[in-house]
């Protein structure tokens, strides 16, 4: 039987389905620079490219015909395609949040050539999910049921390949009650100095293990939330652009924008033309468009 307290970490945990894409590209040497809020997982069916990472310590990943490949959320990144008659691929994104929004997969180190039976089991729960999203239209219930059971198969074969950041774990534990109060309120104006008083680390030390343990300041991982949500919005409503803003906690709708491109290498217009195609061609499912149903799933609401 398991402990209420392995209960409790089944509930910290969860997946949320974001998109799936469908896509031929010709061939090209490069595209521009993009990131996506979201990791993504890439699954070249024919033709082969590779990743590049803005940050060259995360180094490449290369993407062989019939591999898959598991890019990082929230890094800056451009992509190429060598094959001379183009690639076809399938592009799966899911959330794997922790606590209420936070990057599980940020506490491991995953490689970026996933040995090949991590593949075999992605190229099975994608090609799953894919077979379900276009049998399943009209069915949300059904829908829902089948995202999660393929987000969490996904979850699981890059976990069984990844390895845990053990030397992180005291300064991480000692940052939770930072980042669950960022993952709650990221729309509202941040206090940094409440930050560090929820945290035993002096105003320098904080910035320092944060930096480390998150890969960016607190005002960038906030920049990064809000990010997220507006995406979100932009695909799952018709508010406005300024609107989409106002809810995330940036009312300047023109330094939103200008954020959001930055960030995301498209405008919140563009972003919510493509569906979240990374080029805006393809064919694209979102997530579903009443989330309730994927809440209620999460929390045995159902």
């Given at each position: 039987?398991?402990?209420?307290?392995?209960?409790s970490r089944?509930?910290?945990?969860?997946v949320?389905?974001?998109?799936?894409?469908r896509?031929?590209?010709?061939?090209?040497?490069t595209?521009?620079?993009?990131?996506?809020p979201?990791p993504?997982?890439i699954w070249n069916i024919r033709?082969?490219?590779?990743?590049?990472?803005?940050?060259?310590?995360?180094?490449?990943?290369?993407?062989?015909?019939?591999?898959?490949a598991?890019?990082?959320a929230?890094e800056?990144?451009q992509?190429a395609?060598?094959s001379?008659?183009g690639?076809?691929?399938l592009?799966?994104s899911?959330s794997?949040e922790?606590?209420?929004?936070?990057?599980?997969l940020n506490?491991y180190?995953?490689?970026?050539v996933l040995p090949e039976?991590?593949?075999?089991?992605?190229?099975?729960?994608?090609g799953?999910?894919?077979?379900?999203?276009?049998?399943?239209?009209?069915?949300a219930?059904?829908q829902a049921v089948?995202?999660?059971?393929?987000?969490?198969?996904?979850?699981?074969?890059?976990?069984?390949?990844?390895?845990r950041?053990q030397?992180?774990?005291?300064q991480?534990?000692?940052?939770l009650?930072?980042v669950?109060?960022?993952n709650?309120?990221f729309?509202?104006?941040?206090?940094?100095d409440?930050l560090?008083?929820?945290?035993p680390?002096?105003?320098a030390?904080f910035?320092r293990i944060?930096q480390?343990?998150?890969?960016?300041t607190?005002?960038?991982?906030v920049?990064?939330l809000?990010?997220?949500?507006?995406?979100?919005?932009?695909l799952?409503s018709a508010?406005?652009?300024?609107?989409v803003?106002a809810?995330v906690?940036?009312?300047?709708?023109?330094?939103?924008?200008k954020?959001?491109k930055?960030?995301?290498?498209?405008?919140p217009?563009?972003?919510?033309?493509?569906?979240?195609?990374?080029?805006?061609?393809?064919?694209s499912?979102?997530?579903?468009?009443?989330p309730?149903?994927?809440?209620?799933?999460s929390?045995?609401g159902?």
């Open positions: 039987m398991a402990s209420s307290n392995d209960m089944d509930q910290e945990i969860d949320v389905f974001r998109v799936l894409v896509q031929q590209l010709p061939c090209a040497p595209r521009g620079w993009i990131m996506q979201f993504v997982l033709g082969h490219g590779e990743t590049l990472y803005r940050d060259s310590r995360l180094g490449r990943v290369p993407r062989a015909e019939n591999s898959v598991y890019i990082m929230n800056v990144r992509s395609t060598y001379s008659d690639l076809d691929y592009m799966v899911y794997f922790y606590r209420g929004g936070f990057n599980l506490l180190e995953v490689p970026n039976d991590a593949q075999e089991a992605l190229r099975e729960a994608m799953r999910l894919e077979q379900s999203e276009n049998a399943m239209v009209g069915d219930t059904a089948q995202r999660k059971l393929c987000g969490y198969a996904l979850l699981d074969a890059l976990l069984r390949c990844a390895t950041r030397d992180s774990v005291p991480w534990r000692r940052l009650t930072v669950q109060y960022l709650d309120y729309a509202e104006p941040i206090d940094v409440k560090i008083a929820l945290t680390y002096s105003r030390h910035f944060f480390a343990q998150l890969h960016s607190p005002l960038a991982y920049q990064r809000r990010v997220r949500a507006a995406a979100i919005r932009l799952h508010d406005s652009v300024a609107a803003g809810a906690g940036w009312h300047d709708a023109f330094y939103f924008s954020v959001f930055q960030l995301t290498g498209m405008s217009l563009a972003y919510r033309k493509s569906r979240g195609d990374e080029l805006g061609m393809g064919t499912k979102v997530g579903d468009e009443r309730e149903i994927d809440n209620e799933l929390s045995g159902m």
